[in-house]
DNA sequence: CCTAGTCGCAACAGCTTCTGTTACAACCAC
DNA sequence: GTGGTTGTAACAGAAGCTGTTGCGACTAGG
């Protein structure tokens, strides 16, 4: 269960979020989220608060109380949503550094951090290009 | 220490063993590679064993034992080595089936799917793009 | 043949992360 | 007020990664 499925649950509620917006249901619930995504409220609960805290979606407390969009579906990227629900980047250095004695030991840090980055920016690249809007009409187009 | 330095392990032991070979000095035990990266000799067997698996480094048992690169360095790049080591996705799906019921549950995995495989495909293309040789090219660089 | 040095592998502990769950306080429309 | 909802803390269970120990298998050299 080590996978990485926040982008995945992030994406699933807003796709749901502007669906119900263009459907004039106003507000969703954290409970009406989770029967659709098959997960526990507060685990949504936790996505859309990082959203929130991102300025992605907003909240209404209290009765009636719910979530829906701060913006256009158009207008939030995947690499919003990701950057929001999860910083991790795809690799990482040694846990301990290695022996600076050693030539390799002392240039390897640098050296693949550099590709790392490239990686990175190429992974960016393609969340970025993709919005809540395209999610939405290619999840509709079945 | 969840975070993924696998990559980072095997790409330091192969760039070691290059420089071992450039410099003729022979086969490299798995003590003299952990001394390197500051880990365990077990740890370094692992990794290199998985290497070995996939045809990229060689082993000699016995007295006198140790490894070495299966092929110049040039001709292995990171890709091959991230596909042996690490076959994790960057990105998963639903952990359970979403609710098939609502229609964002029924269409949201092979749209997410599909953004995911571009991603993987950047990440494979920019680790295609380098190879071992180029790591150590930048790693003596300081 | 025997020995010493090394790999292969299984098993385990400690740590971290993720998901899921329960419980309860805070909040607000009515 | 009341009822329905969010915010958050606390916890359990599962999984993965690193590090460690132990032992069998293998082989160069004497």
């Given amino acids: 269960m080590a996978a990485n499925s ?4 992030a994406a699933h ?5 502007a669906l119900a917006h263009r459907r004039g ?9 989770a029967a659709s995504v098959k997960s ?6 936790r996505s859309l608060g990082e959203l929130r805290r991102a300025g992605l979606v907003e909240v209404r407390h209290g009765a009636g109380a719910g979530w829906s969009l701060a913006r256009a579906p158009e207008g939030i990227s995947l690499l919003e ?8 980047p795809p690799f990482a ?16 840090r640098p050296a693949l951090s550099g590709v ?3 990686v990175e920016q190429a992974m ?10 395209d999610v939405l009409r290619d999840v509709l187009r079945e």
């Fill in 116 to 118: 790392y980055g490239r």
């Fill in 6 to 9: 926040r982008l995945t649950i």
């Fill in 25 to 33: 249901e106003g507000v969703l619930t954290s409970e009406q989220v």
């Fill in 81 to 88: 949503v990701h950057d929001a629900v999860d910083g991790r």
């Fill in 40 to 45: 526990n409220a507060v685990v949504i609960r």
């Fill in 93 to 108: 250095l040694h846990h301990s550094e290695p022996n600076l004695e050693c030539p390799v030991g002392r240039g390897i």
């Fill in 124 to 133: 960016r690249r393609e969340l970025a290009a993709v919005t809540i809007a």
């Fill in 13 to 17: 509620a807003l796709a749901w979020l």
